[in-house]
């Protein structure tokens, strides 16, 4: 439930225009203070997760400052609190702003790196899926304590491809 109220947050203009380029590639249309309450309830439904990714961010200029909602501000400071040790090593951020830029455009990164993974399956795929997950059920909620079909598709289908781009790697070494 969203909190009442909206916040700022400054950016630096590399980081706002690198967000908003991200913006109009995964939500054509939509402001970039829509797009981080989307991606924000995203993360906490664990539909993917926010991996460290390297770039280098041009922290120049002058700081513009973009309005979103508070819920989403105050995410963004527990996130900080959580990785600021991190991010201040990797990035060599200094305070919340950089951080909340830089994490912002992690963000976006990693929907990128789930969006390689996305594959579109017609109805007679499902069966040979909903075999597997009648044949690995057992395993899979010992493993990753999963007890659903959508979470062991999600997983089963991630573990393939990941055997695919290593079995590519080592065909073209």
Same mark, same amino acid.
């Given at each position: 439930m969203p909190m009442k109220g909206y916040a700022t947050i400054? &950016?630096?203009? $590399?980081? %706002?225009?690198?967000?908003?380029? $991200?913006?109009? !590639?995964y939500y054509p249309g939509m402001f970039l203070p829509s797009a981080l309450i989307i991606m924000m309830n995203e993360i906490k439904r664990e539909y993917y997760s926010v991996e460290t990714h390297d770039f280098k961010m041009d922290f120049s200029g002058m700081y513009t400052s973009l309005t979103i909602r508070l819920d989403v501000k105050t995410? &963004?400071? !527990?996130?900080? !609190? =959580?990785?600021?040790?991190?991010?201040? &090593? #990797?990035?060599? %951020?200094? +305070?919340?702003t950089q951080f909340a830029g830089i994490f912002m455009i992690n963000m976006f990164e990693s929907k990128t790196d789930t969006q390689r993974y996305l594959i579109k399956l017609k109805e007679s795929d499902f069966l040979w899926l909903e075999e597997e997950y009648a044949k690995r059920k057992e395993e899979y909620k010992k493993k990753f304590g999963i007890y659903g079909f959508d979470k062991f598709a999600? =997983?089963?289908? #991630?573990? =393939?491809?990941?055997?695919? +781009? $290593?079995?590519?790697?080592?065909?073209?070494?």
């Open positions: 400054g &950016l630096k203009p $590399s980081v %706002l225009t690198k967000l908003q380029k $991200s913006t109009d !590639e995410w &963004l400071r !527990e996130k900080y !609190e =959580i990785h600021k040790d991190e991010y201040a &090593l #990797k990035y060599k %951020l200094r +305070n919340f999600d =997983i089963f289908i #991630k573990e =393939i491809f990941e055997k695919i +781009n $290593s079995a590519k790697k080592i065909l073209t070494i």
